[in-house]
Structure formats: C-alpha cells, structure tokens
C-alpha cells in the first residue's frame, strides 16, 4: 500500500521568504503522479502543482516549485516570495497510474508573517 | 471556483440519523470521487464513480452508500450516523480515463452529529 508522510505539522515563514515543505511517499508502483494541494481557511481544496514521475525536469507554477528526488521518494515543495495569501494547509497527495483515487499526507498549516 | 458544486454546505443532525449529501460534476466530467477530512483520519477516499459505474472504493464504511445518476450528479448517502462521523466530505470530479488525475475539488459539504 502507498503511503504519504509529511513531517512538518506546522512551519512559518516571513513575508517575501522562501520556504520549504518537505513530503516522503512508499510505493513499490514506477507509474505514478505526486501532486501538492492548498486548504485555504476557507476549506477549499486548489491543486498547487503536479508532478508525473516519469518525468525527469521539476514542475514549476510561477513561485511554485517542486524537488523531485524518485530515488529517494521525496518530493518538497518551495515557495518563492511568499505572500500572506499563501497561508493555509498543504498537502502532499499521491496517484498511481491509472487509478483515481488520491492517497493525502496530514498536512502542514504554513502561516506567512507580515 | 472549480465548477463543482455540492449541497448543503452545512449539515447538522443526530446521532442514528441518515443524510445524503450531493454531488454536480464540471460539465463534461464522468468521474465522481468522494473523500473525508477529518480530524482523526486526516483526508481519506472513500468512493469513486465512473459514468454511472463504481470504479473503485477506499475507506468507506458499510453504513455510507453512493450513487451516481444518469445525468451524472452523484449522492453518498450515510446512515445510522455516529459522532465520529462528523466531518467535511468533498466530492471531486474529472473526465476520467488518462485524464484521472486531473480532479476538481468542490466547496465541501460540512457534517456536524451532535
């Protein structure tokens, strides 16, 4: 069974910073997608950004990018320039090919400081 | 806005009571999926739908049930309700097939059993 698991609960970050969320994944699948959701206070769900693994180069959505380490199963998100907009949970989900279902990770709550 | 949408947005009900909860896809979506946020389970799936078809099934307990109509909207219904139920359900939808991964998060339905 695949597993997600992001070990920072909580992390904070000054305005105009850079941070970094980290996420580790287990699955023994080679065809999968990993993905990094936003939950706004607003509860809303908003896709972040996607990564097909069997691409080599990072995704990257405008301040939004991934570290994209297969080997290591790791995949951390940076955000670039962060803005208070940017508070929120964060979670690392995984999708094996051709399977819809997501498998989440518990999140970190990032808070961006003024 | 994602073009999801669900109804109610807030549900509160008692303990051994039964409720559905409702689904619209994006137009041109046939795939439904329904997860759980809770405080306990983090965000789980529980069921997905496939033009009219269950396509697969996670974590959902023998008292929920879900269905998808021919005009493709889709209900979960959960019965004999238990504390532990209270939660915010999201239903999620994408046009299916090799496009899976591409799903929409609707606003949430908020469960409150008191």
């Known amino acids: 069974a695949q597993t997600v698991t992001q070990s920072q609960p909580e992390m904070s970050v000054q305005e105009a910073e850079t941070v970094t969320l980290s996420c580790t994944y287990d699955t023994s699948e080679s065809n999968y997608y990993l993905f990094w959701y936003k939950q706004p206070p607003s509860r809303q769900m908003i896709l972040v950004i996607r990564q097909e693994a069997y691409k080599q180069q990072n995704a990257t959505e405008n301040r939004f990018s991934v570290n994209f380490q297969k080997a290591a199963k790791s995949f951390s998100l940076k955000i670039s320039d962060s803005q208070l907009g940017d508070t929120a949970m964060y979670f690392c989900?995984?999708?094996?090919?051709?399977?819809?279902?997501?498998?989440f990770g518990k999140g970190t709550k990032l808070s961006v400081k003024p | 806005d994602s073009g999801v949408t669900q109804t109610p947005k807030h549900l509160i009900t008692a303990t051994g009571q039964r409720v559905t909860l409702r689904c619209s896809p994006r137009s041109g979506d046939l795939s439904v999926y329904w997860y759980q946020q809770s405080l306990d389970q983090g965000l789980q799936f529980l069921i997905q739908?496939?033009?009219?078809?269950?396509?697969a099934k996670g974590n959902i307990l023998e008292r929920f049930s879900a269905q998808q109509f021919p005009d493709l909207h889709s209900e979960l219904n959960l019965s004999s309700l238990e504390l532990g139920d209270s939660a915010l359900y999201f239903c999620?939808?994408?046009?299916?097939?090799?496009?899976?991964?591409?799903?929409?998060f609707g606003p949430g339905t908020r469960l409150t059993v008191t």
């Open positions: 999620a939808s994408s046009v299916g097939g090799i496009r899976e991964y591409e799903q929409y």
């Open positions: 989900a995984f999708m094996k090919e051709g399977q819809g279902n997501l498998i």
């Open positions: 739908y496939y033009n009219g078809e269950e396509r």
